[in-house]
């Protein structure tokens, strides 16, 4: 019961989202995890089609990017993100989990990084440090 009073603490209303996953069974639960955040979420399941969200939609304050993609990977697309804007949270997720794999992460630009599979508490506290700083 607790972990539900603290978990329902996070709040996003007014923030704009961009979930980078092309597994659907993944980005279901990335919409199932943030349903009662408040957060308005946009979706895209390749690098090229983030790139283009991104350029569509300024407004967005954060992304939450899978490293294994078609088209254009995740640390590719990322490189690509911070070349237009070095300020926007990205949090990197992947079930590719090792130490090297995070170094990588952080290298191509991305602010945090979760190991999948993760739990719904996890999501929510990377995305509140990100934003609230």
Excluded at 3 to 11: D, H, M
Excluded at 64 to 91: A, C, F, Q, V, Y
Excluded at 116 to 126: D, H, T
Aim: contains cysteine; glycine residues 4%.
């Amino acid at each position: 019961m607790w972990q539900l009073a603290e978990e329902s603490a996070f709040t996003f209303v007014g923030k704009k989202f961009l979930v980078v996953e092309d597994t659907p069974s993944n980005r279901l639960l990335i919409q199932t995890y943030l349903s009662k955040s408040g957060a308005k979420l946009l979706f895209s399941d390749n690098g090229v089609e983030a790139l283009e969200i991104i350029e569509a939609n300024p407004d967005i304050d954060l992304v939450i990017m899978d490293i294994r993609l078609p088209k254009l990977n995740g640390l590719m697309t990322t490189r690509e993100i911070r070349k237009r804007n070095s300020h926007l949270p990205i949090i990197a997720q992947t079930a590719f989990a090792m130490q090297s794999d995070q170094e990588l992460c952080v290298k191509a630009g991305c602010n945090f990084f979760i190991a999948k599979p993760y739990r719904r508490s996890e999501l929510l506290q990377a995305i509140n440090s990100l934003i609230k700083s």
